[in-house]
């Protein structure tokens, strides 16, 4: 090692960075880790925390509606945007604050700055033009949003913006079909704007099964948000009161904010990938092997900026498995498949496994198990809305291949139903599971209305 002054030196401050950074230094390894904006990266500054946090906020407007079938009176409740906001930013501060102690308390050093890659082991501090040069290079930059580049589009906010908002929009237009436009047209209609969702595709979510979509999006349009698909924003205008997004389906939409949630953008370009010879994907990511190396041996990446699964906890994983493999003589790396995921609409998406599409695609006989049902709380409170549930079952192993739920706790049931399906559990498990009752969640263990594949 005296040819290095460190031994891991990690590019982005992010939640999978600092995992990699910190079970390093803790194994031992020399590590320093550069963040040019602040520590926590997209997950803890502007995405699934503060997100989550103004889902909580939104979900109490129909929380003070269906408390009227209870025999409660909510009398003056009111909303104040800018309250939601400054109290979001000071748990974003605390959150930060704690990533700096978890780091630095672990032996690694921080450095505000960025920096750019100049070779297979050096790195240069732009804020210093200090050189250092480290046996490896973890890469974990993320990504950004996508751009559509249309007229206009500096009019536009995307979800970086949409946490510092001045006041809450009365009427936002929303580009987009994926989990962030869709967690966004929901929240921002729970809270009390008039929401357009404009989708290029003839269905939202894509990738996930198509019963939830169709299921997601029906709930969408009875609490009032207006979803356009085969559409899409060809040019935004500024007008003195307000905005106005020319369709292409040629209608023009005023509204106080539009918004662009069209996708991410692995973060690669102007860190030096290209001089120190690591190759990209057609996506322009990251290309890696299953063990998060790079074209270039000593240099590894994780996360977003690989653009494998883009969400937090595999970041996470992927840098540990990254340190331990390196650094703690414990080779390991992590598998994609069954990973669990939550969409925080309104109803809420959880989901693990194969789609029934999916699993067709791959040539599975399938048996499909599938309930549409009121949830107990709707009973009272009188709230139009429905569960959906379904399993995607392999007819020969009766093996459960896909876990698919919409509503209320949907994310905090596939949690738990991700385990049985990561053990590769039948239907007959499930079946054999007592069920808990009064619960929605019972109904993964009670279900037996086969439908037609």
């Known amino acids: 090692m005296a040819d290095f002054d460190l031994d891991l030196f990690v590019i ?171 967690e966004f047209a929901c929240l921002f209609s729970a809270l009390g704007s008039k ?9 939202i979510l894509r990738g996930f099964d198509d019963d939830i979509r169709a299921h997601v999006r029906g709930e969408m349009v009875a609490r009032g948000i207006d979803v356009r698909l085969n559409d899409t924003i060809k040019k935004i205008e500024a007008h003195k009161t307000h905005r106005c997004a020319f369709l292409s389906d040629g209608a023009a939409i005023e509204a106080d904010q539009v918004m662009l949630a069209v996708g991410r953008t692995p973060n690669t370009k102007n860190i030096g990938l290209e001089a120190a010879g690591v190759k990209l994907n057609a996506s322009g990511a990251i290309a890696v092997d299953e063990t998060s190396r790079s074209s270039v041996p000593s240099i590894y990446a994780i996360g977003d900026v690989t653009a494998r699964l883009p969400l937090t906890p595999v970041a996470i994983r992927e840098g540990h498995a990254v340190a331990d493999s390196l650094f703690g003589n414990n080779p390991w790396h992590l598998d994609h498949t069954n990973v669990p995921s939550a969409v925080f609409s309104e109803p809420e998406i959880g989901t693990v496994g194969f789609s029934e599409a999916a699993a067709k695609a791959a040539g599975k006989p399938l048996d499909i ?64 599971t007592v069920a808990l009752h009064p619960t929605a969640a019972e109904e993964l263990v009670t279900l037996r209305n086969k439908v037609k594949s």
């Open 12 to 182: 982005g401050g992010g939640s999978g960075g600092v995992r990699a950074a910190r079970i390093a230094a803790n194994l031992g390894a020399r590590v320093a880790i550069a963040e040019e904006y602040r520590m926590g990266g997209t997950c803890v500054i502007r995405g699934c925390v503060p997100k989550k946090l103004l889902v909580y906020a939104s979900r109490f407007a129909h929380e003070f509606e269906d408390a009227a079938g209870f025999g409660w009176t909510v009398e003056g409740a009111k909303f104040d945007w800018p309250t939601l906001i400054a109290n979001k930013d000071k748990e974003i501060a605390r959150l930060e604050a704690a990533y700096r102690k978890n780091v630095s308390g672990a032996g690694a050093e921080i450095i505000d700055s960025r920096v750019v890659i100049e070779d297979a082991h050096t790195v240069r501090v732009l804020k210093t033009g200090v050189r250092l040069r480290a046996k490896y290079i973890l890469v974990a930059t993320g990504g950004h949003p996508s751009s559509l580049n249309i007229p206009g589009e500096e009019l536009s906010i995307t979800s970086n913006e949409a946490f510092h908002l001045e006041e809450l929009p009365r009427r936002i237009v929303i580009q987009g079909g994926g989990y962030i436009a869709v």
């Open 195 to 203: 929401v357009t969702l404009v989708h290029r595709g003839d269905e």
């Open 369 to 432: 198990y599938r309930t549409r049902f009121k949830p107990m709380k709707a009973t009272l409170s009188g709230r139009d809305t429905a569960i959906l549930m379904k399993l995607v079952v392999e007819q020969k192993t009766e093996k459960v291949l896909g876990v698919h739920i919409v509503g209320e706790g949907a994310a905090e049931m596939v949690q738990m139903a991700a385990i049985a399906v990561k053990m590769g559990a039948t239907k007959r498990d499930f079946d054999n």
